[in-house]
T-cell receptor, first 116, second 113 residues
């Protein structure tokens, strides 16, 4: 099946620093990628949808200046959490949609962010 | 917009028994219904999906049924094994490039050996 990788898998940072998370589709092209946030024992919360070569579309309540998304190629999207604070600690998961047909959506393994 | 309800939120079964998880959706235009399995600390994994042109799909011990009239779909796992223990999410979407998945709240399945 289609593989989506995410890096890093785990990151701990100090308050006020920025953290970049990479999401790659390894064996397919993804014109659309999604970024989710998941709190413990909760469902996935969509943060933004990114389309290759264009600006991301953010969900209501998600600060676009805080969560910078770049989708520079058909296989790579990045999420940068700027000036991170402890409340940004969470499990961030990216997802990529296979654009070849069927539009299945595959998820990365997630990144556990802890802000001290 | 779409709203997906999932039940039960937790489900405990004995190894070898069957498990059934049910979801309802609100948008009659939705026509793609995937199911994901999420193990602790990992991302969701697509395990099976169904499109609205069929009523049932099976893959070994896993099957999904869809009732478009009633707007509900279900995941059936037979002969459960301890490694089936995970959180399962259903989702619904209109099957075109512009629309996003709407997820159910998840079901924590525990299979007791």
């Amino acid at each position: 099946g289609a593989v989506v990788s995410q890096h890093p898998s785990r990151v701990i940072c100090k308050s006020g620093t920025s953290v970049k998370i990479e999401c790659r589709s390894l064996d397919f092209q993804a014109t659309t990628m999604f970024w989710y946030r998941q709190f413990p024992k909760k469902s996935l919360m969509l943060m933004a949808t990114s389309n290759e070569g264009s600006k991301a579309t953010y969900e209501q309540g998600v600060e676009k200046d805080k969560f910078l998304i770049n989708h520079a190629s058909l296989t790579l999207s990045t999420l940068t959490v700027t000036s991170a604070h402890p409340e940004d600690s969470s499990f961030y998961i990216c997802s990529a949609r296979d654009s070849r047909g069927g539009y299945e959506q595959f998820f990365g393994p997630g990144t556990r962010l802890t802000v001290l | 917009g779409e709203n997906v309800e999932q039940h039960p939120s937790t489900l405990s079964v004995q190894e070898g028994d069957s498990a059934v998880i049910k979801c309802t959706y609100s948008d009659s235009a939705s026509n793609y219904f995937p199911w994901y399995k999420q193990e602790l600390g990992k991302g969701p994994q697509l395990i099976i999906d169904i499109r609205s042109n069929v009523g049932e799909k099976k893959d070994q011990r896993i099957a999904v049924t869809l009732n478009k009239t009633a707007k509900h779909f279900s995941l059936h796992i037979t002969e459960t094994q301890p490694e089936d223990s995970a959180v399962y999410f259903c989702a619904a979407r209109e099957n075109n490039a512009g629309n996003m998945l709407t997820f159910g709240g998840g079901t924590r399945l525990m299979v007791k050996p």
